[in-house]
């Protein structure tokens, strides 16, 4: 993964969600880097260490509460379009809706 | 708060209100033993085929809920699901390890990592990955879960998420915990359905007896007398019919029977507090404690200041009253407060704060930056002469230039004290230049009584409603209102349907409670006439 990671897309984006990346907003980031054949990590800084985010105890042990810059990078077939989808997802907050981010 | 407390009692902190009687039941009792092969593959397939029947039961129930549990189960479905969660598992079996051992190892391997955690969101879903590693272990043994009878105090360390969702509730029973968090998964489910829930008892005692679970004040009685067990039912009988009343003042703005408009705010002891409460319920936060900060190590400014703005952010611009913190007494820090004979009349608020500049110069920053993101107060708790107050205010003055000199974003907050040395409340006069006000109750009844508050063979003479106290209580009121200065009031008392009466013919209007006493207060002041 180091190698082809070097010729990774990658971007950063601030995680906006009330409660940082928690049990629910993880599972959805999981989940869709799982949809996406290339590889994809994120980090909390931008010179890492990168985290592989298609793994639920690998992002959770990550601990980001909110407010922190995601960093992320993906390599190999469509890893722009996974960049930009996982992006997507953290600037919308991970879709959680007011009543749910209180106890998230 | 003014009940004996005799041996038999643990006391520990609400993570659900409501109040349980019943057998104690044993959530800990130890698993039937696993039986290892000695064979490394027939470990490995063992191991991989408990997962997967674990995983198919997961799945079962995660299908059969809904709302906040679903979204819990699912997470630990993902958890379970991924490889690498199992993998050093079935590494170590490789290597010759039996497949239970490995499996707990390489659990507790990550259950620690979350137990270590700072943050307590994270360190509660430990309590998630003990329930994955519990029931993979079950599957492994062939044993299921031991379900207890309806109706029982369900007693341990702590309790998992899906334990909790296959218990039969219907017939009442509560959960006291030992270790346990207000934030786990487990508590949130508790607070959801109304089932009773003490966290942090320390030593629980073993199942059998007939126990007594006080989810209002946080105690748990396991060989209540017959007099203790007939005040339980009453105190019961009145919570029950309190919070049925209760419920439709919550969501209404707090007035007397003739009229009288009362603020109500909260008190929060751990930023997390508040994702448990609509800011519209309430006017703001009348007490903020820092203490939860300086757990073990003293929190640094961007730690403190972070924990500050998430709370100024969540009240919309509803004020938001912080105190400085307010160790010593019976809330030593290791590293900051000093060993005393008399801890309560010793080194202790701001007392220590002003000894320690290093630390309070930390806290007054991260304050003073906290202050731009919303409607912030800060209140010093022990003042007992004005040139404490001054000299607070000063450092605060100090390192506002200071910041505003290195160009960070900062600004000055009303600066109060909290009135509970009776030096304060016996002369007012001598503070007429504070910001504003908070009657610290619980100290003020202890040190004008003396008695402590924390000692059951005088609680008896601990009451807010003793005259003396109410006396001072009133002298306070009436020099705020005369000079125009804020006055609330943010001890137990606040929230206690007893004396919110006395309190408020005392001239107080603006009281501040624990979260889960908001409605009850609401109600009590309902029913008042002044």
């Known amino acids: 993964m180091e190698d082809r990671m070097s010729n990774s897309v990658g971007t950063s984006v601030l995680i906006t969600h009330e409660v940082g990346l928690h049990a629910r907003p993880s599972v959805k980031l999981t989940k869709l880097a799982k949809s996406f054949p290339a590889d994809v990590e994120i980090a909390l800084a931008p010179d890492g260490p990168w985290i592989d985010a298609k793994s639920i105890v690998k992002v959770m042990a990550a601990k980001a509460p909110k407010g922190t810059t995601l960093h992320l990078r993906a390599a190999g077939e469509r890893a722009g379009e996974a960049v930009a989808a996982l992006k997507a997802l953290i600037e919308r907050d991970f879709d959680e809706g007011e009543d749910h981010a209180r106890s998230a | ?530």
């Open chain 2, 1 to 530: 708060m003014t009940a004996h407390r005799p041996e038999s009692v643990a006391a520990g902190i609400v993570a659900s209100p409501g109040y349980a009687e019943g057998p104690l039941f044993a959530l800990d009792a130890a698993a039937s033993a696993y039986q290892a092969s000695g064979s490394p593959e027939r470990e490995a397939d063992a191991l991989t085929a408990a997962i997967a029947s674990a995983t198919e039961s997961l799945a079962a129930l995660a299908a059969s809920t809904e709302g906040e549990a679903a979204d819990m189960l699912e997470f630990q479905l993902a958890m379970l699901s991924d490889d690498a969660l199992t993998a050093p598992a079935l590494e170590a079996v490789a290597a010759g390890t039996s497949a239970d051992v490995a499996w707990r190892a390489a659990l507790d391997a990550e259950i620690a990592g979350y137990a270590a955690s700072e943050d307590e969101y994270f360190r509660a879903r430990s309590a998630d990955l003990t329930d994955i590693r519990d029931r993979v272990l079950r599957a492994l043994a062939g044993t299921g879960e031991e379900q207890p009878p309806a109706g029982t105090i369900l007693v341990g360390e702590d309790i998992t998420p899906t334990r909790f969702l296959s218990t039969d509730w219907s017939r009442g029973g509560g959960i006291a915990l030992a270790a346990g968090s207000v934030a786990s998964h487990a508590a949130m489910l508790a607070r959801a359905r109304g089932v009773p829930m003490v966290v942090g008892l320390g030593a629980v005692p073993p199942a059998g007896s007939v126990a007594l679970l006080d989810a209002e004040r946080g105690a748990l009685d396991v060989s209540p007398d017959s007099s203790a067990i007939a005040r339980f039912r009453e105190a019961a009988a009145a919570f029950r019919a309190r919070r049925d009343a209760a419920a439709t003042y919550l969501t209404r703005p707090a007035a007397t029977a003739d009229g009288t408009p009362v603020r109500v705010q909260v008190n929060i002891a751990d930023p997390s507090d508040v994702e448990a409460i609509d800011i519209a319920h309430c006017d703001g936060v009348g007490l903020m404690r820092t203490e939860f900060l300086f757990g073990t190590v003293l929190p640094d400014e961007e730690t403190q200041l972070a924990a500050y703005r998430k709370v100024l952010e969540w009240a919309q611009g509803k004020p938001v009253t912080i105190r400085t913190v307010d160790a010593g007494g019976d809330k030593p820090v290791p590293g900051f407060t000093v060993e005393e004979g008399n801890p309560f009349l010793g080194l202790r608020g701001i007392r220590l704060s002003l000894a320690r500049q290093d630390v309070f110069r930390v806290q007054i920053r991260a304050l003073l930056r906290a202050a731009t993101a919303g409607n912030l107060k800060v209140m010093m708790p022990m003042v007992a002469v004005p040139e404490e107050y001054r000299q607070a205010a000063d450092l605060f003055t100090e390192e506002l230039r200071a910041l505003q000199k290195a160009g960070v974003a900062a600004t000055m907050p009303p600066l109060g004290i909290m009135v509970e040395v009776p030096s304060v409340a016996i002369v007012p006069e001598a503070f007429a230049d504070v910001g504003f006000f908070s009657i610290g109750s619980n100290d003020l009844t202890q040190y004008v009584m003396a008695a402590a508050r924390d000692n059951g063979r005088v609680a008896a003479l601990n009451d807010v409603r003793n005259p003396a106290v109410l006396r001072l209580i009133a002298n306070v009121a009436t020099f705020a209102a005369d000079r125009g200065i804020p006055l609330s009031l943010c001890g137990d008392a606040g929230g206690d349907p007893a004396a919110i009466p006395s309190l408020l013919a005392a001239g107080l209007r603006d009281l501040s409670v624990v979260p889960a006493q908001l409605a009850v207060a609401k109600a009590a002041i309902a029913s008042a006439r002044l």
